[in-house]
C-alpha cells in the first residue's frame, strides 16, 4: 500500500509539473513525422497480465512492421525528435500514466514483450512478475546504453537474449528480494544523476 501511495502522489506531480515540458515533446512529435504521439507496444506486466506501455513515439509510423523488437545503434527508423528523445530517456516519461493507471510502477523490473518473457526459467518468470514492472530499475541504470552495446554484437537478437537478458534477470531478482521504499528512492534519484551527466 505504501508503494502504490508513493507511486500515486510522485506520478501525480510528476505530470502535473511537467504538464509543458509533455506538450512541448508532443508538438515536436506531430511536427517531426506523420503518426500518433504515443507509442503503444504490448508488455508483460505484473502476474503476467498483458497491457500496453505507453512512450512518446521515437520511431516512424509501425516501425515493429520493419524491424526487430529491439533497438540496435542508429537505428534508421528512429526519427530526428525520437533520436534527442531516446538519448534523453525523455519518451519514458509518458509511462507515468501507465503508472497512474495501475499497470506500472515507477521502480521495477523493466517489462518486457512476450516474446523475451517466454524464455525466462519459469521459477525467474514467476519472481520477477510477482512485482508491477517499472519505469526504472537497476539494470535501466546499468544498460542505459544498451543500443550502442547492441549495435557492436555481431549477432544482436544472440546479445539480447543470450547476455544482456540474463544480466536483466539478475538484477530484477536482487530487486525482488531487496525490494523497498527506501531502495525506490535511491534508485530514483541514481537515475536521475545517470540522466543529467549523460
Known sequence: ???????????????????????????????????????????????????????????????????????????????????????TKLDELAQLFDVLEGTMSLVGPRPEVPRYVALYPTEVRNKVLSVRPGITDIASIEYRDESTLLAQARDPERAYTEVILPAKLRFALSYVETQSLGLDIR?????????IHR
Do not use: C, E
Request: proline content about 4%; hydrophobic content about 50%; cysteine-free.
Open 187 to 195: 534508485l530514483i534519484l541514481r537515475t536521475l544523476g545517470a540522466l
Open 1 to 87: 500500500m505504501s508503494k502504490r501511495l508513493f507511486d500515486l502522489t510522485l506520478a501525480g506531480l510528476g505530470l502535473l509539473l511537467l504538464a509543458p515540458l509533455l506538450l512541448l515533446i508532443a508538438l515536436a512529435i506531430k511536427l517531426d513525422s506523420r503518426g500518433p504521439v504515443f507509442y503503444r507496444q504490448v508488455r508483460v506486466g505484473r502476474f503476467g497480465q498483458t497491457f500496453r506501455i505507453h512512450k512518446f513515439r521515437t520511431m516512424t509510423h509501425n516501425p515493429a512492421d520493419r524491424g526487430p523488437l529491439i533497438t540496435v545503434g542508429a537505428d534508421t527508423r528512429i526519427t530526428r525528435v525520437g533520436a534527442v528523445l531516446r538519448r
